[in-house]
T-cell receptor, first 113, second 116 residues
């Protein structure tokens, strides 16, 4: 069973609008949570990395939040642009000798003009 | 810096054929790994290496071999290709253990493999 669940699976938004992606996880013990952006035909690129002590982190128009108590994270995209069309992947690391990574299946965002 | 490079970008194999997917990084990273990405699923770890001469199995290692003779290169070998190995393969590198602290993992552009 996947320990990282993302929702929605996909969404379509108009250029200039905001959207929020969700990530719920059961990974334990928790080390950190990462959000990646993956353009079609490309490898994932890191957006943010948050440890348990951080509850928000921004990277330009991308803002990630983390609630370690409820094991939830969100990624908010502000004033979307056509270039934001991509898959967004939530990744959670488990604390331990190898810091095992668990990957979500991703949310596909399509921004339309 | 080129970052993480992978070759080839596309490959079609017949069942039973063997091949090697190439991966190289120029960031002097100790930690390298191979993932496969299938539709509707998260990336799954195949093999990883914590340094030259040291490799270990990930979540889905069957049918794949790796070696790490240099810091820069981490090839993935398919011994006898099967249709179940049709996937997109990504190589990644990081300065330390990929999931530890703020160690950022850098991914290559991927190899799209089809096994007929």
């Amino acid at each position: 069973k996947n320990q990282v669940e993302q929702s929605p699976q996909s969404l379509i938004i108009l250029e200039g609008k905001n959207c929020t992606l969700q990530c719920n996880y059961t990974v334990s013990p928790f080390s950190n949570l990462r959000w990646y952006k993956q353009d079609t035909g490309r490898g994932p690129v890191s957006l943010t990395i948050m440890t348990f002590s951080e509850n928000t982190k921004s990277n330009g128009r991308y803002t990630a939040t983390l609630d370690a108590d409820t094991k939830q994270s969100s990624l908010h995209i502000t004033a979307s642009q056509l270039s934001d069309s991509a898959s967004y992947i939530c990744v959670v690391s488990a604390k331990g000798n190898d810091y095992k990574l668990s990957f979500g299946a991703g949310t596909t965002v399509t921004v339309r003009a | 810096n080129a970052g993480v490079t992978q070759t080839p970008k596309f490959q079609v194999l017949k069942t039973g054929q063997s091949m090697t997917l190439q991966c190289a990084q120029d960031m002097n990273h100790e930690y390298m790994s191979w993932y496969r990405q299938d539709p509707g699923m998260g990336l799954r770890l195949i093999h990883y290496s914590v340094g030259a001469g040291i490799t270990d199995q990930g979540e889905v290692p069957n049918g794949y071999n790796v070696s790490r003779s240099t810091t820069e290169d981490f090839p993935l070998r398919l011994l006898s290709a099967a249709p179940s190995q049709t996937s997109v393969y990504f190589c990644a590198s990081s300065r330390g253990l990929a999931g530890g602290g703020y160690n950022e993992q850098f991914f290559g552009p991927g190899t799209r493999l089809t096994v007929l």
